[in-house]
Protein backbone atom coordinates (compact mmCIF):
# COMPACT_ATOMS: atom_id res chain seq x y z
CA UNK A 1 0.00 0.00 0.00
CA UNK A 2 1.74 3.02 -1.24
CA UNK A 3 1.89 5.88 1.68
CA UNK A 4 0.91 9.70 1.48
CA UNK A 5 2.69 12.57 2.36
CA UNK A 6 0.75 15.02 4.23
CA UNK A 7 3.23 18.07 3.16
CA UNK A 8 1.71 16.68 -0.51
CA UNK A 9 -1.92 18.65 0.62
CA UNK A 10 -1.91 22.35 0.77
CA UNK A 11 -4.90 24.46 1.97
CA UNK A 12 -5.30 27.76 -0.59
CA UNK A 13 -7.74 30.41 0.38
CA UNK A 14 -8.57 32.81 -2.07
CA UNK A 15 -5.66 31.53 -4.21
CA UNK A 16 -3.04 32.53 -1.57
CA UNK A 17 -1.41 29.53 0.49
CA UNK A 18 -2.15 30.15 4.14
CA UNK A 19 1.58 30.96 4.97
CA UNK A 20 4.09 28.69 7.30
CA UNK A 21 1.75 25.34 6.77
CA UNK A 22 2.46 22.92 9.34
CA UNK A 23 -0.82 20.70 9.47
CA UNK A 24 -4.46 20.63 8.25
CA UNK A 25 -7.62 19.25 9.03
CA UNK A 26 -10.95 18.62 6.83
CA UNK A 27 -13.69 17.29 8.82
CA UNK A 28 -17.27 16.36 7.60
CA UNK A 29 -20.46 15.54 9.75
CA UNK A 30 -23.88 14.96 9.04
CA UNK A 31 -26.54 14.92 11.08
CA UNK A 32 -28.91 11.98 11.72
CA UNK A 33 -32.01 12.90 14.18
CA UNK A 34 -33.15 10.05 15.62
CA UNK A 35 -36.32 7.89 14.42
CA UNK A 36 -36.80 5.30 16.86
CA UNK A 37 -40.29 4.60 17.89
CA UNK A 38 -42.13 1.37 19.29
CA UNK A 39 -41.62 -0.55 16.31
CA UNK A 40 -37.77 -0.60 16.80
CA UNK A 41 -37.73 -3.59 18.50
CA UNK A 42 -35.25 -1.83 20.81
CA UNK A 43 -32.89 -0.71 18.72
CA UNK A 44 -31.92 3.18 17.68
CA UNK A 45 -32.62 4.06 13.93
CA UNK A 46 -31.50 6.79 11.81
CA UNK A 47 -34.24 6.79 8.41
CA UNK A 48 -34.01 10.67 7.86
CA UNK A 49 -30.68 12.36 5.96
CA UNK A 50 -30.00 15.48 8.14
CA UNK A 51 -27.77 18.72 7.53
CA UNK A 52 -23.51 17.31 6.31
CA UNK A 53 -21.20 19.86 7.87
CA UNK A 54 -17.61 20.68 8.16
CA UNK A 55 -14.73 22.72 9.05
CA UNK A 56 -11.49 22.69 7.62
CA UNK A 57 -8.90 23.57 10.75
CA UNK A 58 -5.15 24.77 10.13
CA UNK A 59 -1.61 25.24 11.90
CA UNK A 60 1.10 27.37 11.14
CA UNK A 61 3.70 29.36 11.28
CA UNK A 62 3.92 33.02 11.10
CA UNK A 63 4.95 34.68 8.20
CA UNK A 64 4.83 37.96 5.72
CA UNK A 65 4.22 35.61 2.98
CA UNK A 66 1.09 34.15 1.76
CA UNK A 67 -2.01 34.53 3.37
CA UNK A 68 -0.75 36.27 6.58
CA UNK A 69 -2.54 36.70 10.11
CA UNK A 70 -3.30 40.15 9.23
CA UNK A 71 -5.08 38.94 6.11
CA UNK A 72 -7.07 36.54 7.66
CA UNK A 73 -8.30 38.68 10.46
CA UNK A 74 -9.75 41.20 7.57
CA UNK A 75 -11.62 38.26 6.55
CA UNK A 76 -13.44 37.95 9.75
CA UNK A 77 -13.51 41.49 9.99
CA UNK A 78 -15.01 42.05 6.91
CA UNK A 79 -17.13 38.89 6.96
CA UNK A 80 -16.05 37.56 3.95
CA UNK A 81 -16.35 34.13 2.29
CA UNK A 82 -12.88 32.50 1.33
CA UNK A 83 -13.04 29.74 -1.47
CA UNK A 84 -10.83 27.29 0.38
CA UNK A 85 -9.24 24.76 -1.37
CA UNK A 86 -6.85 21.15 -0.17
CA UNK A 87 -5.23 20.17 -3.22
CA UNK A 88 -2.14 18.05 -3.75
CA UNK A 89 1.03 19.09 -5.46
CA UNK A 90 -0.02 16.70 -9.07
CA UNK A 91 -3.12 18.25 -8.36
CA UNK A 92 -4.75 15.00 -9.34
CA UNK A 93 -7.40 15.10 -5.90
CA UNK A 94 -8.80 18.54 -5.45
CA UNK A 95 -11.48 19.81 -2.22
CA UNK A 96 -13.07 22.88 -2.89
CA UNK A 97 -15.41 24.86 -0.71
CA UNK A 98 -17.00 28.30 0.09
CA UNK A 99 -16.02 28.80 3.80
CA UNK A 100 -16.20 31.48 6.52
CA UNK A 101 -13.36 32.13 8.74
CA UNK A 102 -14.48 30.85 12.09
CA UNK A 103 -11.82 31.40 14.23
CA UNK A 104 -8.22 32.62 14.50
CA UNK A 105 -5.32 32.60 17.03
CA UNK A 106 -1.68 33.62 17.30
CA UNK A 107 0.66 32.54 19.67
CA UNK A 108 4.00 34.21 20.40
CA UNK A 109 6.27 32.15 22.96
CA UNK A 110 9.08 32.84 24.13
CA UNK A 111 12.08 31.76 22.09
CA UNK A 112 10.06 30.07 19.81
CA UNK A 113 8.39 31.07 16.48
CA UNK A 114 5.42 32.93 16.16
CA UNK A 115 2.41 30.44 15.22
CA UNK A 116 -0.98 30.85 13.41
CA UNK A 117 -3.93 28.72 13.69
CA UNK A 118 -7.67 28.62 12.85
CA UNK A 119 -10.92 27.26 11.59
CA UNK A 120 -12.99 27.99 8.48
CA UNK A 121 -16.26 26.95 8.50
CA UNK A 122 -17.62 25.33 5.19
CA UNK A 123 -20.54 27.33 4.25
CA UNK A 124 -22.65 25.19 1.41
CA UNK A 125 -21.92 22.51 -0.41
CA UNK A 126 -18.16 20.95 -0.75
CA UNK A 127 -16.94 19.26 -3.71
CA UNK A 128 -14.20 16.31 -4.00
CA UNK A 129 -13.07 17.00 -7.79
CA UNK A 130 -10.44 15.91 -10.20
CA UNK A 131 -9.50 16.97 -13.81
CA UNK A 132 -9.12 20.68 -14.05
CA UNK A 133 -10.69 21.21 -17.74
CA UNK A 134 -9.75 24.66 -18.14
CA UNK A 135 -7.21 25.18 -21.70
CA UNK A 136 -3.42 26.84 -21.72
CA UNK A 137 -5.74 29.77 -23.47
CA UNK A 138 -8.53 31.40 -24.13
CA UNK A 139 -9.28 30.85 -28.24
CA UNK A 140 -10.70 34.40 -28.87
CA UNK A 141 -11.94 37.67 -26.73
CA UNK A 142 -12.96 41.12 -27.92
CA UNK A 143 -12.38 42.75 -24.42
CA UNK A 144 -10.53 45.69 -25.01
CA UNK A 145 -7.72 43.97 -23.01
CA UNK A 146 -7.88 40.41 -21.31
CA UNK A 147 -5.15 38.62 -19.90
CA UNK A 148 -4.97 34.64 -18.88
CA UNK A 149 -2.52 33.94 -16.66
CA UNK A 150 -2.22 29.56 -15.43
CA UNK A 151 1.12 29.94 -14.07
CA UNK A 152 0.76 29.03 -10.55
CA UNK A 153 -1.69 26.18 -11.23
CA UNK A 154 -5.05 28.25 -10.78
CA UNK A 155 -5.46 30.35 -13.54
CA UNK A 156 -6.32 34.03 -13.44
CA UNK A 157 -8.54 36.14 -15.67
CA UNK A 158 -8.19 39.92 -15.68
CA UNK A 159 -10.46 42.11 -18.27
CA UNK A 160 -11.30 45.26 -19.00
CA UNK A 161 -14.11 46.56 -21.62
CA UNK A 162 -14.39 50.04 -22.57
CA UNK A 163 -17.73 49.70 -23.97
CA UNK A 164 -20.15 47.50 -26.08
CA UNK A 165 -20.98 44.08 -26.24
CA UNK A 166 -17.42 41.60 -25.31
CA UNK A 167 -16.85 38.20 -25.01
CA UNK A 168 -13.80 35.91 -23.98
CA UNK A 169 -14.42 31.90 -24.93
CA UNK A 170 -11.71 28.92 -23.90
CA UNK A 171 -12.50 25.87 -26.53
CA UNK A 172 -12.53 22.61 -24.08
CA UNK A 173 -11.62 19.57 -25.66
CA UNK A 174 -13.96 16.94 -24.19
CA UNK A 175 -17.35 16.13 -25.49
CA UNK A 176 -20.06 17.06 -23.75
CA UNK A 177 -23.61 15.24 -23.51
CA UNK A 178 -27.31 16.31 -22.56
CA UNK A 179 -27.45 16.44 -18.48
CA UNK A 180 -23.85 16.88 -17.71
CA UNK A 181 -23.10 18.65 -14.75
CA UNK A 182 -20.09 21.10 -14.59
CA UNK A 183 -19.08 22.81 -12.04
CA UNK A 184 -17.22 26.71 -12.66
CA UNK A 185 -14.96 27.87 -9.93
CA UNK A 186 -13.68 31.50 -9.78
CA UNK A 187 -13.39 34.17 -7.06
CA UNK A 188 -14.20 36.99 -8.16
CA UNK A 189 -12.89 40.67 -7.65
CA UNK A 190 -14.59 43.82 -9.43
CA UNK A 191 -12.59 46.99 -10.23
CA UNK A 192 -15.45 48.87 -11.87
CA UNK A 193 -18.41 48.09 -14.44
CA UNK A 194 -20.68 45.30 -14.95
CA UNK A 195 -20.48 41.77 -13.74
CA UNK A 196 -19.73 39.27 -16.22
CA UNK A 197 -22.18 36.62 -17.35
CA UNK A 198 -20.50 32.97 -17.76
CA UNK A 199 -22.04 29.72 -19.74
CA UNK A 200 -21.25 26.81 -21.78
CA UNK A 201 -21.35 27.00 -26.08
CA UNK A 202 -21.48 24.45 -28.31
CA UNK A 203 -18.35 24.83 -31.23
CA UNK A 204 -21.34 26.79 -33.17
CA UNK A 205 -21.43 29.41 -30.23
CA UNK A 206 -25.12 28.24 -29.51
CA UNK A 207 -25.75 28.34 -25.57
CA UNK A 208 -26.33 24.94 -23.94
CA UNK A 209 -26.19 25.67 -20.92
CA UNK A 210 -27.66 27.72 -17.43
CA UNK A 211 -26.01 31.35 -17.27
CA UNK A 212 -24.80 32.37 -14.09
CA UNK A 213 -23.80 36.46 -13.81
CA UNK A 214 -20.58 35.97 -11.28
CA UNK A 215 -21.04 37.30 -7.30
CA UNK A 216 -18.33 39.21 -5.82
CA UNK A 217 -16.31 36.69 -3.79
CA UNK A 218 -16.14 32.70 -4.21
CA UNK A 219 -18.21 31.47 -7.27
CA UNK A 220 -19.07 27.80 -7.10
CA UNK A 221 -21.45 27.59 -9.82
CA UNK A 222 -23.33 24.25 -11.43
CA UNK A 223 -23.63 24.51 -15.44
CA UNK A 224 -26.57 21.77 -16.71
CA UNK A 225 -25.54 20.90 -20.21
CA UNK A 226 -29.10 21.40 -22.25
CA UNK A 227 -27.20 19.62 -25.81
CA UNK A 228 -24.20 17.17 -27.05
CA UNK A 229 -21.41 18.11 -28.69
CA UNK A 230 -17.88 16.93 -29.20
CA UNK A 231 -16.72 19.97 -28.17
CA UNK A 232 -17.62 22.89 -26.39
CA UNK A 233 -16.58 26.38 -24.77
CA UNK A 234 -16.68 28.28 -21.58
CA UNK A 235 -17.98 31.64 -22.29
CA UNK A 236 -17.02 34.98 -20.26
CA UNK A 237 -19.37 37.95 -21.79
CA UNK A 238 -19.89 41.65 -20.71
CA UNK A 239 -22.64 43.82 -22.65
CA UNK A 240 -20.93 47.26 -20.84
CA UNK A 241 -18.10 48.54 -19.72
CA UNK A 242 -15.98 46.86 -17.05
CA UNK A 243 -12.62 45.88 -15.59
CA UNK A 244 -12.36 42.47 -13.41
CA UNK A 245 -9.90 39.86 -11.89
CA UNK A 246 -11.22 35.71 -11.90
CA UNK A 247 -8.70 34.12 -9.64
CA UNK A 248 -8.80 30.31 -9.06
CA UNK A 249 -10.54 30.27 -12.15
CA UNK A 250 -10.92 25.86 -13.12
CA UNK A 251 -13.96 23.95 -14.37
CA UNK A 252 -14.56 20.49 -13.58
CA UNK A 253 -17.53 17.55 -14.56
CA UNK A 254 -19.15 16.22 -11.84
Known amino acids: MAKINGSSLILYADGLAIAGQRGGTLSLEADLPETTDKFSQGWEEHDVDGKISGTIDFDALMSTTGLSAEGLLNKIIDREDLLALFYSEDMT ?66 AINSSGWVYARAIIN ?35 SNES ?40 KL
Not at 218 to 228: D, K, M, Q, V, Y
Request: hydrophobic share 40%; net charge negative.
Open 213 to 252: YLTEGANLIEFTATGSDTTFKLDITNNYSTEFYIYNTMLF
Open 93 to 158: KLFLAKTKLKSHKVEAPGEQPMALSGSLQINGKAYFVSGNLMPSSFDAYTYSSFSWDEEEKFGTIH
Open 174 to 208: QSITTDDIFLFVGFFSRISGEVPLVRLLNSAGSVI
